[in-house]
Structure formats: C-alpha cells, structure tokens
C-alpha cells in the first residue's frame, strides 16, 4: 500500500518536470531602435539595434539578420553596453556606450544561449559571412598590422582554415583591406579578396580545406 502511494505522486511529478524539460522555448526580438556605436578610434556611427528575448525575459541585445543553422540552432550578432564612465567622474549614474559585440549561438529548443569561438575575429572590421554552418571572415591579428582568411565550423575550436592575406590596410581606419568573404555551393567553396586584389578560393569539404588552383576554378559555379 505505502508503495502504491509513493507512486501515485512520484509518479505525476515525474511526468510534469519531463513535460517541462521538452517544453520548447519561445525566443523572440523587439523593436528596432537606434543607438550610437563608439568604437576605440575617433569614429561613431548610428546603427539599429534590437532587444532578443526568451520566454518573454530580456537576454541580450542584437544588430543585424539573424542567420538559421539548422531549424533549432541559428546565431546573430551581439551588441554590448558597457559603463564608459572615466574614474575620476563622480557621477551618480555610469555613462553607458554601446559596442559591437562577437556572435551568439541559440539554440531554439532548450533557449541555451552562447558565444561562437572566432579567433582573430574584430567586432568593428571583421565581417563574417555564414554557409551552413561555416562561418569565414578576415581576421586581424592583436596588433591590428595582418589579415588572415579565416573560417570556422561551429562545434569546433580551431580554425579549419587560417591563412595569411597580409598587411591590413593602415590608410583607412574604416577599411581594414578585406571585402566580405563569397560562399558557392556544388562543391563548397569561398573565396577572399585583399586589399592587393589577391583572390583566394578555398574547396571546403567537411573538417578540410584546400586551395583551388587557376586551372580548376571555374568549376561549379552555382
């Protein structure tokens, strides 16, 4: 009898903690507004950002399209407001400044939200360029002199591909020399461009990339 009680309740506890952790999350994005970006040259621009929400709580906030992975993970990048207040301001409220911030990785079904690994990857130059789940970029080293072509898988640490692209370009503060990188599918392939005019195509198949080379170039081009 004791038995058959405890069952009776363990039981519909069971059932509802199961029925709560399948239950799928429901994320959403708010109004687009406008803020000032400030970045660490002498430069600041408007750009719209917007408010991401899980279950109806405030996250993280966004700018730019969103890109679908898969139909339960897809990313976005992140805008972060940070206190710019000096030490010697006494002021009874922080100064708050808006920053470009890296990617987020959301995974639709259990509302987990994380930060995509990019190495080399700079918030204010670098532009990414998602195919699946690839991702490729031109990344620029610590001290802001190189560029390399980058591309990461998600799911993984490393680059699959790291390769230099030389100097960046220290005439124009706004440009660091490397035009968004271009995915072709049939075979996969991306291809970079420097600020020499050197053109770089890449055939990415799986968790390798190789060079393609002049004579096997106009190969699928869809």
Not at 44 to 66: H, N, W
Not at 122 to 142: E, H, K, L, Q
Request: hydrophobic share 40%.
């Amino acid at each position: 009898m004791r038995v058959f009680l405890r069952l009776t309740i363990v039981v519909p506890i069971l059932m509802a903690v199961a029925l709560a952790a399948s239950k799928p999350h429901v994320i959403t994005f708010g109004k687009w507004t406008l803020a000032r970006i400030s970045a660490d040259l002498d430069r600041s621009e408007d750009l719209k950002i917007r408010p991401m929400y899980v279950d109806g709580r405030l996250k993280e906030f966004t700018f730019g399209i969103p890109h679908d992975v898969t139909e339960q993970l897809f990313v976005v990048r992140r805008m972060i407001r940070v206190n710019d207040s000096l030490p010697q301001e006494a002021a009874a409220t922080p100064r708050w400044s808006w920053q470009r911030g890296g990617w987020l990785v959301i995974d639709r079904l259990n509302g987990h939200i994380s930060q995509a690994t990019l190495p080399e990857f700079d918030p204010d130059w670098s532009s990414a360029s998602w195919y699946r789940d690839y991702v490729a970029y031109c990344g620029i080293s610590d001290d802001g002199r190189k560029l390399s072509a980058v591309v990461m898988q998600l799911g993984r640490r490393k680059p699959i591909l790291k390769k230099p692209l030389g100097e960046a370009a220290s005439d124009n503060a706004s440009d660091p020399g490397c035009s968004p990188p271009e995915w072709q599918r049939s075979p996969t392939r991306v291809s970079f461009v420097s600020n020499v005019d050197q053109r770089l195509t890449f055939a990415v198949r799986g968790h390798t990339v190789e060079v393609v080379t002049e004579d096997n170039a106009d190969e699928g081009t869809e």
